[in-house]
């Protein structure tokens, strides 16, 4: 595998990447947003103006035209399939097709689960629990209701939190990397069972690109000793403003696609005569050419 920028020994490769990636950076989160008709049948131009953004930072924000009465999850398989996405990650609480439906259940089985609430979920990587062959390298959102208040999405490409850390010092980086970094405990996710994993925070992937898996959830995560500070580092960063962290509601017809960067939900009141409904699919594969 070649780490190219990565690699905490090779400066100038980080350097050059370091200085793209800051440049290409999108200046706001209208930056993120491109108009579309279907996402069932995206033209050449409105894929390639979702691709340009994936390239910059990790994620784009489409918006639709109004479909009524149209089957979003089909919609939103075909997009993914359209990105080349087509290896699911399974749930308990998915649907049959492999796509969650996020809603408030006041109870039930899912109402136990944070997603399934009003409550803010902060900063994390999806799937961040997951055994390393079912990482999670790619999340597509789509709205099909949104909240009566609240319910943005802050927004951070984690290939900038890596250069923010490694700026201030690539030992922080050498923590994050190292295959031990943080315990994840074992727990009831979703309605699944899961063991305890260990792992690194930051990995490269066999196309070269980085991945992330990170929660700021202290009870969800043990940290090593050596990467104990730059866990807290990481949280300083996510809590101190930036130009490059960006918020959004997703409006219906709205949706995120993304390689799974770091993200947060914030608190939200439903209206249950117009449920907030987002359809959530995660993917093994990163979008490939982004
Ligand atoms: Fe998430």
Redesign the pocket.
């Known amino acids: 595998m070649i780490l190219g920028a990565f690699d905490l020994g090779n400066s100038s490769a980080y350097a050059g990447w370091r200085e793209a990636r800051l440049a290409g950076a999108p200046a706001g989160v209208a930056d993120l947003v491109v108009e579309v008709q279907d996402i069932a049948a995206l033209s050449a131009a409105e894929e390639g103006a979702l691709r340009t953004r994936l390239r910059r930072c990790n994620m784009a924000v489409y918006a639709e035209k109004p479909h009524p009465g149209r089957d979003d999850k089909a919609a939103l398989k075909a997009l993914a399939a359209r990105l080349g996405l087509t290896s699911l990650d399974a749930n308990a609480l998915a649907d049959d097709d492999g796509i969650t439906p996020l809603s408030v259940h006041r109870q039930g089985a899912r109402a136990r689960y944070i997603p399934y609430t009003e409550r803010p ?1 902060t900063w ?3 799937g961040y629990y997951n055994v390393a062959e079912r990482s999670v390298r790619a ?1 597509l959102l789509h709205c099909a209701g949104k909240a009566a208040s609240g319910g943005a999405n802050r927004l951070l490409d984690h290939e900038i939190l890596y250069i923010l850390l490694r700026d201030l010092d690539s030992e922080l980086i050498r923590a994050l990397m190292a295959p031990d970094a943080m315990i994840i405990p074992g727990n009831d996710e979703e309605g699944m069972q899961r063991p305890a994993t260990v792992g690194s925070v930051f990995s490269v992937n066999a196309d070269g690109s980085l991945h992330m898996r990170y929660t700021a959830r202290s009870r969800n995560v043990e940290w090593s000793e050596r990467a104990a500070p730059a866990a807290a580092e990481i949280k300083r960063l996510l809590d101190s403003p930036s130009p490059y962290r960006f918020e959004h509601i997703l409006e219906p017809g709205q949706g995120l696609v993304s390689n799974n960067p770091l ?1 947060t ?1 914030e608190v939200f009141t439903d209206d249950p005569a117009m449920p907030r409904l987002l359809y959530r699919a995660r993917y093994h594969q990163r979008i490939a050419g982004t």
């Open positions: 979920i994390h990587t999806d999340l993200h939900r």
